[in-house]
């Protein structure tokens, strides 16, 4: 399974941005899917998971801001996130795995990631 995101840049507090993520495989209707974030200097941290029925389940410092979502059909993973902050500010990551699962050793395959950038 090949990813890519797209969907970030800069943007003021406050301000939103949708994040997509392609699959490039047939099967990826088959896995649960996470996005993830790396600020500089930070570790990688998980942001929101989404099972393969729809499920969901977030950071606590993104609930009621974020929404993950999945399309099928399409084989496209989103992010919508809104009330952007600047501690938002991190490089980008979705992931495929077998597993429902905050770890991230769990997950085999990631995109390159994209920026997001929030200014205050």
């Known amino acids: 399974v090949q990813l890519v995101e797209s969907g970030g840049g800069s943007v003021q507090s406050g301000g939103s941005l949708r994040l997509s993520c392609a699959a490039s495989?047939?099967?990826?209707?088959?896995?649960?899917m996470g996005w993830f974030r790396q600020a500089p200097g930070k570790e990688r941290e998980g942001v929101a998971l989404?099972?393969?029925?729809?499920?969901?389940s977030y950071a606590d410092s993104v609930k009621g801001r974020f929404t993950i979502s999945r399309d099928n059909a399409k084989n496209t993973l989103y992010l919508q996130m809104n009330s952007l902050k600047p501690e938002d500010t991190a490089m980008y990551y979705c992931?495929?795995?077998?597993?429902?699962?905050?770890?991230?050793?769990?997950?085999?395959?990631w995109g390159q990631g994209t920026q997001v950038t929030v200014s205050s």
């Open positions: 989404i099972k393969r029925d729809g499920g969901t």
């Open positions: 992931a495929a795995s077998n597993y429902y699962t905050w770890k991230q050793s769990r997950y085999d395959y």
């Open positions: 495989a047939y099967t990826y209707s088959r896995y649960s």
